[in-house]
Nanobody
Framework: QVQLVESGGGSVQAGGSLRLSCGASGSIYGDACVGWLRQAPGKEREGVARIATGSGNTYYADSVKGRFTISQDNAKNTLYLQMNSLKPEDTAMYYC??????????????????WGQGTQVTVS
């Protein structure tokens, strides 16, 4: 069983930056898919960024490409999301998720097995 705990959310003005962290209990690295998704009020959950831990291949949603960076620290079992040039439309609850590498290969955001509780990001 893997448990994920997010941190780093908060309120920031447009144009500002935040870094989200996701700590994992239980090792999920080596050949897994980990990522960040978000859900704004009244909207469906959407994938933001994901990384295949084995290959390091990353994928970003068009809406965040060039502004957000996903990274991992295998030694610390921690996933990060550096968010720069934040916009009001980035306001959402951000979730960390993890699963087997298959999810990254096939781009199946809905197929993540493990989820964190979420951290709120508000951009005004």
């Amino acid at each position: 069983q893997v448990q994920l705990v997010e941190s780093g959310g908060g309120s920031v003005q447009a144009g500002g930056s935040l870094r989200l962290s996701c700590g994992a209990s239980g090792s999920i690295y080596g050949d897994a898919c980990v990522g960040w998704l978000r859900q704004a009020p009244g909207k469906e959950r959407e994938g933001v960024a994901r990384i295949a831990t084995g290959s390091g291949n990353t994928y970003y949603a068009d809406s965040v490409k060039g502004r957000f960076t996903i990274s991992q620290d295998n030694a610390k079992n921690t996933l990060y999301l550096q968010m720069n040039s934040l916009k009001p439309e980035d306001t959402a609850m951000y979730y960390c998720a993890a699963s087997s590498a298959w999810v990254c290969v096939h781009g199946r955001w809905s197929a993540f097995d493990y989820w964190g509780q979420g951290t709120q990001v508000t951009v005004s």
